[in-house]
């Protein structure tokens, strides 16, 4: 049994396969999951799991060089604002577009993490850096 980091087992075999500028999507319940993308839903019910917790066990698990959440959450969603620029400070390039936009982005995800909150534009797309 692992010990560390994931013990999701689609979360790992993901992550473990992703490479330098891979994508993958966290997000809330709502967001449409494009066809033909891998959905890992872990929803249990409304707000369970928050989508700030997902967000840190990958990002504690996965090299990240860049994260783009959807304009609106400056607006809509502080929290997840506040949580963007602190990735920021962390050297993770981060940009913020239209939510339609967003949306296009989850065409190319590896798999689309789906997690249980309700709060508007609780999204990211995370791409991959590499450890070297």
């Known amino acids: 049994m692992k010990k560390t980091g ?18 993958i999507v966290i997000a809330d319940c709502g967001l449409p999951i494009p066809p033909g993308v891998e959905c890992i839903d872990l929803s249990l019910k409304i707000g369970v799991p928050r989508f700030l917790q997902v967000l840190d066990t990958v990002l504690a698990d996965l090299q990240v060089e860049r994260a783009v959440f959807a304009n609106e959450c400056l ?20 940009e ?37």
């Open 75 to 94: 607006d809509h969603n502080a929290e997840v604002a506040e949580r963007a620029s602190s990735l920021a400070r962390e050297n993770v390039q981060v």
């Open 96 to 132: 913020f577009v239209p939510h339609e936009q967003f949306k296009a982005l989850t065409r190319n995800a590896k798999a689309v993490i789906r997690t249980g909150e309700a709060t508007p534009y609780a999204n990211a797309v995370l791409y991959s850096g590499v450890i070297f």
């Open 6 to 23: 994931h013990l999701n087992r689609d979360i790992s075999r993901v992550l473990a396969g992703m490479g330098h500028t891979d994508c």
